[in-house]
């Protein structure tokens, strides 16, 4: 029979009994109304901390601190706190249903905190009596040299002495207590001997600036071997004195046993981040690396994933119980990082019978398939599991492209989309990423769920990214870039949405409020830096050039804003740049006699007669950033790139025939950007001018320009 839950106030009440009882147990020399008191005051804290929505550690860290700063500093008090906090003080059914490891997790922070405050303390008077000791031994040299002594023996904490030559001189009981070592084993020894493999990059430089003379004390967490091989982790102070002429003639450097409290901050922090079933990486701790991954990324880095789902996974957990799904799932976690670790791949256990690969540095698609397949290789023998034999299968979604090209979350969105492709498929495979698929699968969605009603709710906005002279490298124009801050999918780019919402027609309401956005932004550069800001380009769809409300939407735009028609360039795909006798020819004609400019889009990624530029209004054409991108400059250049230099150099000589300005998208490097300069380029656009950003940046850039 289950027993009926317990009521807040038992709760409280028993946890309360247990805390007070683990309190008197320390069998501290405290009245015992002093002690209730303690307790009382601390227990309620942590019940605080456990219903406040939304969680604040602060609490819990104060109850911490009251029992150090009442002498209870026992680290098996901790320890033993710790686990009461996680098994004896549960979520109350009313309050909000918190994680009892972030409570213990902040409790001990608490405590590690406070205990240090204290030991900083103890050791700052340690350090102002040696200094003192050193000053009085001139007056008194005997008195202060025993009081000195006794200090240095009868200390706490491990204390050291050497010589700004690195030479060890001293060492008390307590520090070789610590190390595991006699006197005469460290005496003579250097400093630097004391090396470890996970001392952090700054102790040492800190180090030489203090026996140097350039600073007086520092202080850093350091592990050090002790001399049974184990290791020991210390809080180390590391105060330079000096002589009565201001010279440094000692160190003396102070320690603190924290090898206990490091090992459960571990320990609670490897519970944070690791799938308490199969000990994986979890949810957070996969995005934690794939982000730094982004971060430390370089222009031409790439990176795979494999999202890989167990195909019947419910049916087990359905016919066979959770138990047996559980081992399942524990048994294919194995696998898969036997089989992907040792090649460098983190494998990560996103929930449920989801789990992910990534490939750092990937040297392409090929790679990323590999490890597909080495996916499907390590389940194809079946699991034992309660005498059956379970055939597993897996559907697998596989992204591999360049860093450049996408975000964290735009990138497992779009292998999570890919998986449900293979499921569709037939399962038991992987399917390789498609962008036009993707783009279908998420405009579908998002469009038809959201966009109705994201204008409304503010949830659209623009990004301008620069356009800039090759000649001069000067600031000439920024493409407005529109962007969904979605609610569940985070920021999806125009390619993730535009497609569908212009099959919808929802197209139009849209790209009203771009073009009435930009153009207000555009204008207010204007206003505020004359004649140093820049052309606003502003993209249109197919849709959009055939619907002849757009001239009047223009017009009113421009009137509204007092924009300038000069400073304002519509971007046509060459897919809408069609034939003379097409219904968008003529609203384009209008668009050119309101004063503004046209320009061709991805210019040669689509198939439209070149005999149609005779016939469009247009003024400028980009060449397709793929011209561009994949061309690097080299002593010896394969035959595909003199072949794709070619036909840019090609492209120059046609936009210049026809009197049209010709950007080139997709420019990456310096290089590229100088190439394409000795082609007679006229403008660039991409990563190496500058990445889509919200317009203060656009100001800042203006702005330097304006005062050049």
């Not at 600031?475 to 919402?501: K, Q, S």
């Not at 149609?612 to 790139?641: C, H, I, M």
Request: net charge negative.
């Amino acid at each position: 029979m289950t027993a009926a839950p317990v009521t807040a106030r038992g709760s409280a009440a028993d946890f309360h009994e247990a805390w007070e009882e683990l309190l008197h147990g320390q069998g501290m020399a405290m009245h015992p109304r002093t002690l209730r008191r303690i307790a009382a005051s601390t227990s309620g804290l942590l019940h605080r901390a456990r219903d406040e929505t939304p969680f604040d550690p602060a609490l819990a860290e104060e109850a911490a601190a009251v029992l150090v700063n009442a002498q209870f500093t026992d680290p098996q008090l901790l320890a033993e706190a710790v686990e009461l906090l996680q098994t004896q003080l549960v979520p109350d059914e009313r309050g909000p249903d918190i994680c009892q490891p972030a409570l213990a997790g902040a409790f001990a922070a608490g405590w590690a905190a406070a205990l240090r405050d204290r030991t900083l303390r103890d050791q700052e008077s340690i350090r102002v009596a040696a200094d003192s000791a050193r000053r009085e031994a001139e007056q008194a040299l005997h008195a202060s040299e025993a009081r000195f002594r006794a200090l240095f023996e009868n200390a706490a904490i491990g204390i050291g002495v050497g010589d700004v030559e690195g030479n060890i001189l001293a060492a008390n009981r307590a520090l070789l207590e610590m190390f595991g070592a006699r006197l005469e084993d460290l005496q003579g020894r250097k400093v630097n001997d004391l090396v470890h493999p996970e001392d952090s990059p700054d102790v040492w430089g800190a180090y030489d600036e203090l026996i140097g003379g350039r600073r007086e004390c520092f202080q850093c967490d350091k592990p050090y071997y002790r001399g049974d091989g184990e290791v020991v982790w210390t809080h180390l102070t590391v105060s330079l004195i000096r002589d009565e002429d201001g010279s440094p003639c000692y160190q003396v450097a102070m320690l603190e046993d924290i090898t206990d409290r490091y090992r459960l901050q571990e320990r609670l922090r490897h519970q944070a981040t690791h799938d308490p079933l199969t000990g994986l990486p979890n949810r957070a701790a996969f995005f934690e690396h794939l982000e730094e991954l982004f971060d430390k990324a370089g222009p031409h880095t790439r990176f795979g994933l494999c999202y890989v789902d167990l195909d019947g996974f419910k049916v087990v957990n359905d016919s066979l119980g959770h138990d047996s799904g559980d081992q399942l799932l524990v048994e294919v976690a194995a696998r898969l990082k036997a089989a992907l670790t040792p090649m460098g791949h983190l494998v990560a256990r996103l929930g449920g019978d989801e789990f992910v690969v990534l490939l750092e540095d990937s040297g392409g698609e090929h790679e990323a398939v590999a490890v597909a397949r080495t996916v499907l290789t390590a389940l194809d023998d079946p699991v034992l599991i309660g005498g059956h034999r379970l055939a597993v299968g897996a559907s697998i979604g596989v992204l591999e492209r360049p860093v450049a090209t996408t975000t964290p979350d735009a990138a497992v969105r779009a292998a999570d989309l890919t998986l449900y492709r293979a499921k569709e498929a037939g399962r038991g495979r992987w399917t390789l990423f498609d962008a036009q698929s993707n783009a279908r699968a998420v405009s579908r969605y998002t469009v038809s769920v959201r966009m109705p009603v994201a204008l409304e709710r503010g949830e659209f906005f623009i990004d301008y990214q620069p356009l800039r002279s090759l000649a001069d490298g000067s600031l000439v124009a920024v493409e407005a870039l529109v962007r969904w801050r979605h609610p569940l999918l985070g920021v999806l780019g125009p390619d993730e949405f535009i497609a569908t919402a212009e099959d919808t027609g929802l197209i139009l309401p849209l790209g009203r409020w771009v073009l009435e956005q930009a153009c207000a932004q555009a204008a207010g550069w204007v206003h505020r830096f004359g004649s140093a800001a820049p052309q606003l380009n502003v993209n249109i769809t197919a849709h959009q050039a055939r619907n002849r409300g757009l001239v009047i939407d223009v017009d009113r735009v421009l009137q509204a804003t007092g924009l300038d028609p000069a400073l304002l360039q519509l971007e046509i795909t060459e897919s809408t740049a069609v034939g003379p006798q097409d219904e968008s020819l003529g609203v384009l004609q209008e668009l050119v006699e309101l004063g503004l400019s046209l320009s061709v889009d991805d210019f040669g990624t689509g198939w439209s007669n070149l005999a149609y530029l005779r016939d469009l209004p247009v003024s400028a054409l980009k060449l397709s950033g793929s011209f561009v991108g994949d061309l690097n400059e080299s002593e010896q250049p394969t035959e595909a790139e003199c072949v794709g230099w070619r036909i840019v150099s090609g492209m120059v000589s046609l936009a210049h025939t026809l009197g049209l300005t010709l950007t080139a998208e997709g420019v990456e490097t310096e290089a590229a950007a100088d190439r394409l300069r000795m082609l007679g380029c006229d403008w660039g656009q991409g990563w190496h001018f500058g990445r889509p950003v919200q317009p203060d940046q656009i100001d800042r850039l203006i702005a330097a320009a304006h005062i050049v």
